[in-house]
């Protein structure tokens, strides 16, 4: 099991950037799929991007162009750099970790906290 701690989240205006960062102890960090998910209020939560063990990344339609995830293997942590940002990016932004087998299969892997983020306009 992986023990996820993010930080970085805050208040910004729309337009404005921040950096949040997941520390990862236990498990394999860096073979796992790191992934960072949000969840708007009363909304699901969803992936925003993901980075595999061979430095691979996905990025959802909405935050492509605008935020960056990177890893930093002899740190165990991943961050995501989120920039021109907009009042939709507004809510909790989770750390995920999962093996590439449990990716596979579905499984929900282990989480962080979350750390929110609100964007004013």
């Known amino acids: 099991q992986v023990q996820l701690v993010e930080s970085g989240g805050g208040l910004v205006q729309a337009g404005g950037s921040l950096r949040l960062s997941c520390a990862a102890s236990?498990?394999?960090?860096?073979?796992?799929?790191m992934s960072w998910y949000h969840q708007a209020p009363g909304k699901q939560r969803q992936l925003v991007a993901l980075?595999?063990?061979?430095?691979?990344?996905n990025y959802a339609d909405s935050v492509k162009g605008r935020f960056t995830i990177s890893r930093d293997i002899p740190s165990n942590t991943v961050y995501l750099q989120m920039n021109s940002l907009k009042p939709e990016d507004t809510g909790v932004y989770y750390c995920?970790?999962?093996?590439?087998?449990?990716?596979?299969?579905?499984?929900?892997?282990?989480w962080g906290q979350g750390t929110q983020v609100t964007v004013s306009s």
């Open positions: 236990g498990g394999h960090f860096s073979i796992n799929i």
């Open positions: 980075i595999n063990g061979g430095g691979g990344t």
């Open positions: 995920n970790s999962r093996s590439t087998l449990d990716y596979s299969r579905g499984f929900s892997g282990d």
